[in-house]
């Protein structure tokens, strides 16, 4: 049987005390229930234990957000998505700021998937039209206590806006394009109720009406509009500029191609960072050797000589490495690169950015980026 | 022999209709010290010297010996400008920093710049404290000398 779901928003709450018996989609558990961070110690981190496990018929991804994060503070999930299959494990990280006031703060962490691959009792397959229709939520509740004197001393933690955005498709063959994406602060909340506005450029340069549209509660927004039966073959790129008073606004671009494409259509489908190993710690410790796992895709024309980059930047926002490969990328293939980078031995702790750039050329030479993406870790 | 000559439609291709860009560049300061904040900021216009909104802009830092020190890939706002901001790593060498950008956006011609920067020694306080001391040495030094000076002229 095959069954649509059309506006079926489910929600629930999990409590510690829930077991991993249950039907319907997945179960979110986090522990410790409770931590307590006090100023006056130079470690001013909190960390929790996530899991998510699948119950049977759900095979989707699932992916982590969190809310009631203190003012001037931080955090991290060591995995931020996952399929659980069954179990999806990540470690909430929770960097608190000198300047952090005192008291209990109940951090909400939500896992969402959009229910793709979601079979629903047996053989019924739940589908949707739209991203946000089908979206199943989870929410777990822990608390953080910090005690002690804020001082004004100390990093000064910026929150700035963030969005990002990909599409259902980045090869449509489809009418319907959806456009879907996340609004957040950066290294912070996700943000609900930010307005989205999105634009699209044809590949002659043309502007495609798409209207507004707001995130939800997790901080995701998607939109679908409707290329015309003739419309013009080749790379679009689409825009999307989130708004949130007081913050800047912040904006980022997608693409994707219709029929064939005179220009390589690169997209970074997936960053994470792992010990050279292979394994995905909850933290790196200073004078590791941190590997960047970055994959790109390209529906688009072959891209010769392409240069994959990534830049990490630390805690105290200094870019401590850039490291670049060159790669040809045709059209239709998926590259997997990792490339390392050695943290020094005086690395300073807390939370570290890395992004991801794939160029056509030295930019020095008059090359571009063609796609960026963006992950963090943890350095303890 | 007739010759049929058959025109084959051509399939629509991006034009550069809009035209060429241009992109300036500036940094907020001539030379910095490690450890400070630089911060790149620019505007994106087109052959009218309209901004031009939602441009896409890559920059590279390259360091004296071109090794690229920092990249960013950002979009302009509304009035074509844009800003980039990060920290020079303490350790960094002295010399000329070069900061490379390329504007492009969908219908036009892309636009590159570039502008150079520097990164000189810091001056700590005791460097500071040596610097005031040898300077009132050398003005000292260079009174006596002229007392003396005098002195000899008059004899």
């Not at chain 1, 909340?189 to 995130?215: Q, W, Y």
């Not at chain 2, 439609?9 to 910095?32: C, E, I, R, W």
């Amino acid at each position: 049987m095959h069954v649509r779901a059309d506006g079926n928003e489910s929600t629930t709450t999990t409590t510690m005390e829930e077991s991993w018996t249950g039907v319907g989609d997945f179960v979110l558990k986090v522990d410790p229930p409770q931590h307590t961070v006090h100023l006056n110690e130079k470690s001013k981190n909190a960390t929790y234990a996530v899991r998510v496990m699948a119950l049977p018929g759900f095979e989707g991804e699932v992916e982590l957000s969190l809310k009631g994060l203190p003012d001037e503070s931080e955090y991290v999930f060591s995995r931020e998505e996952g399929v659980p299959a069954p179990l999806f494990q990540s470690v909430l990280r929770v960097e608190v700021g000198h300047s952090t006031r005192p008291g209990q703060y109940n951090l909400t962490i939500i896992a969402t998937s959009e229910g793709n691959g979601y079979h629903h009792e047996g053989d019924n397959h739940v589908e949707a039209d739209d991203h946000s229709d089908s979206e199943i939520t989870h929410e777990a509740t822990v608390f953080l206590i910090v005690d002690g004197e804020p001082t004004t001393t100390g990093r000064h933690f910026e929150k700035r806006l963030e969005v990002r955005v990909a599409t259902n498709a980045d090869y449509v063959k489809g009418p319907n394009v959806e456009i879907f994406g996340k609004v957040y602060l950066r290294h912070g909340d996700s943000i609900s109720d930010a307005m989205v506005s999105i634009e699209v450029l044809d590949p002659s340069g043309g502007t495609m009406p798409v209207s507004s549209t707001n995130t939800d509660k997790a901080g995701f927004f998607s939109k679908t509009f409707a290329l015309a039966p003739n419309a013009m073959e080749g790379l679009y790129t689409v825009y999307v500029t989130a708004s949130f008073a007081p913050y800047k606004d912040a904006v980022a671009k997608t693409t994707f191609t219709v029929g064939g494409s005179d220009a390589p259509s690169i997209l970074i489908t997936s960053i994470t960072v792992t010990k050279t190993d292979d394994t995905i710690p909850s933290e790196f410790l200073a004078g590791e050797t941190v590997v960047v796992w970055v994959t790109i895709s390209n529906t688009g024309a072959d891209l010769q000589n392409g240069m994959i980059w990534v830049e990490i930047i630390d805690s105290n926002d200094v870019p401590i490495s850039v490291v670049v490969v060159i790669a040809a990328i045709h059209h239709g293939e998926q590259v997997k690169t990792g490339l390392q980078v050695v943290l020094g031995s005086d690395s300073p702790t807390g939370i570290y950015d890395v992004k991801s750039l794939v160029s056509n050329g030295e930019i020095s030479k008059g090359g571009k980026f063609l796609d960026s993406e963006g992950t963090s870790f943890a350095v303890a | 022999m007739l010759l049929a000559v058959v025109l084959l439609p051509f399939a629509a291709k991006p034009t550069n209709a809009a035209g060429q860009l241009t992109v300036t560049l500036s940094t907020d300061k001539q030379s910095y010290e490690a450890g400070q904040l630089i911060t790149i900021t620019g505007q994106v216009l087109d052959t009218n010297l309209q901004a031009v909104a939602l441009a896409s802009l890559s920059i590279q830092v390259n360091d004296p010996n071109a090794k690229t020190i920092h990249i960013a890939s950002i979009i302009s706002s509304v009035d074509g400008s844009f800003t980039d901001q990060f920290t020079i790593p303490v350790g960094s060498s002295n010399g000329s920093y070069t900061v490379f950008a390329t504007a492009s956006k969908t219908g036009y011609t892309d636009a590159s710049s570039q502008i150079a920067y520097a990164v000189v020694p810091e001056f700590s306080t005791s460097d500071m404290a040596w610097l005031i001391t040898l300077t009132i040495f050398l003005a000292i030094l260079v009174t006596r000398r002229r007392k003396t000076a005098t002195k000899r002229d008059i004899q």
